[in-house]
């Protein structure tokens, strides 16, 4: 793997409450695009997964090898992470990762809202 583009590590964190907010970016992009967002669930108090998705946060070439299925097994591995720490989860995602929100959404229906955006 290529080196990191500052500001696109991913994010865990565990928050005080019985909420948590996985936290998804879009296709070519990284964990920088979403981080206020992420950042702003954590100042509440919530519990986080913000993944960095296969192939992103590097260069273009890191990308090319990945597939759908990557992503989306990301996804449902945060979900589950985060499920198991949080009574009611949230799923926020950007372009690409409002589509993730939804197959998590779909593949788990005791989620307790989707954001697309």
Same mark, same amino acid.
């Given at each position: 793997?290529?080196t990191?583009i500052? #500001?696109?590590?991913p994010?865990s964190h565990r ?5 948590? $907010? ?6 070519? #992009?990284?964990c920088g695009?979403? *981080?206020?967002l992420?950042?702003?669930?954590? $100042? ?21 090898p990945t *597939?759908w299925a990557?992503?989306a097994g990301?996804?449902?591995a945060?979900? *589950? $992470?985060? $499920? ?6 949230v799923?926020v995602g950007l ?8 197959r998590?959404g ?9 954001v697309c955006i």
């Amino acid at each position: 793997m290529t080196t990191l583009i500052p #500001g696109a590590e991913p994010m865990s964190h565990r928050g005080s409450g019985a909420h948590g $907010a996985l936290v998804l970016h879009g296709f070519t #992009g990284n964990c920088g695009s979403m *981080r206020i967002l992420a950042e702003a669930f954590v $100042a509440a108090g919530w519990h986080v997964e913000m993944p960095l998705l296969p192939g992103h946060g590097t260069e273009v070439a890191d990308m090319l090898p990945t *597939r759908w299925a990557d992503w989306a097994g990301a996804a449902d591995a945060a979900y *589950r $992470a985060l $499920a198991s720490r949080a009574d009611k989860v949230v799923v926020v995602g950007l372009s690409m990762g409002g589509a993730l929100s939804l197959r998590v959404g779909a593949d788990h229906p005791e989620v307790a809202g989707l954001v697309c955006i």
